[in-house]
């Protein structure tokens, strides 16, 4: 295996599974996390509940810790699992610790790739597509909620020597799959992310909640038709999901969406359960990601000169709630009437 020394940044929900799963299998990682209570806990014993059932003691240290230990060069590989608005600090601040040949990859919610490739070069940047949900209970507990996997690539997109090796040390967490269209699989992701988690969010509604409820149903669909819109125009080729393309769930009339919403019922049904993780961060007092997820879809749609005005609501409404000027609720759903007054 050519990753002795495997880095993760960011212990949450993703990284820390993750970094229990590969600890497991006897590879040498190191987490650096910001929290120093969670840091305590995973030394102590990081327990995982949900479809793993494990205590497993990782060695895990604060970024302070990390500068200051002799980790000078040391990693030949690194798990990037901050949240989107995370990035660059984090990834800058590990920068003295990291080979210079070392691969970062993404395992994050949005698409971080860009600016990853700007700190490191796009040659050593792999993308990574989550297949299983999770969520953070407190400190030192973490669930994995639903089954699943990785798919890799290099990105934007391609395979090569990095990826067939990431794909044989992350198999040893969980199945992985290997993809020549990585950003076409994360754009796919990006359509679940914006809608489930962006309108979940504004809703105060699970993933399988948010389905169920014809309005908010409305507004998730508006919202993957808008980003798939974005796509497109970006020259994306996006992935299908669970062997169809996501095309089948774009609502431009009301004839479309009974049959829309019929299809997301069925293609969550195992994630009903799943909370938002801008809706968890929010609980816990701290900044979403909105900005990495809806709002870069509007930053994309400025760009290529694409309307996102459901997109630009999400994002509007997470941050009036992040501000304690909203909370998370069905009423916040009143807001995208006009929006999709052609779906009623």
Known sequence: MPYKNILVVGGGAIGGITAALLTRKGENVLVVDADKEHVKRMNQGLEITGFHELTIPLKAVTPEELLAGSYQGWADIVLLAVKGLFTEKALTSALPTIKSSAPVVSLQNGINEETISKIVGADRTLSCSITWGSTNQGP????????????????????????????????????????????????????????????????????????????????????????????????????????????????????????????????????????????????????????????????????????TPANELVTKIVHQIEAGEKQPGPDNLKEFAKLVAHLN
């Not at 979940?200 to 819109?229: D, R």
């Not at 996501?246 to 004839?255: A, F, M, Q, R």
Request: aromatic share 8%.
């Open 140 to 307: 030192g507990q973490l669930m994995q909620t639903t089954d699943g996997g990785f798919i890799i690539g290099q990105w934007p997109t391609g395979k090569n020597r990095l990826v067939d090796d990431t794909a044989v040390l992350l198999n040893k967490a969980l199945t992985t799959e290997v993809s020549d269209n990585i950003i076409g699989d994360r754009w796919t992701k990006l359509l679940i992310t914006v809608s489930l988690t962006g309108v979940g969010t504004c809703a105060g509604l699970t993933y399988g909640e948010t389905i169920a409820s014809a309005q908010a149903c409305k507004v998730a669909l508006l919202v993957i038709t808008e980003t798939y819109g974005v796509g497109e125009a970006a020259g994306v080729k996006f992935a299908d999901l669970m062997g169809v393309s996501p095309s089948i769930v774009l609502v431009h009339k009301k004839e479309e969406y009974e049959k829309a919403a019929k299809l997301m019922e069925f293609a969550f049904a195992n994630h009903g359960a799943t909370k938002p993780s801008m809706w968890q961060d929010i609980e816990k007092g701290r900044k979403t990601e909105v900005d990495f997820v809806n709002g870069y879809v509007v930053r994309k749609g400025k760009e290529l000169g694409k309307a």
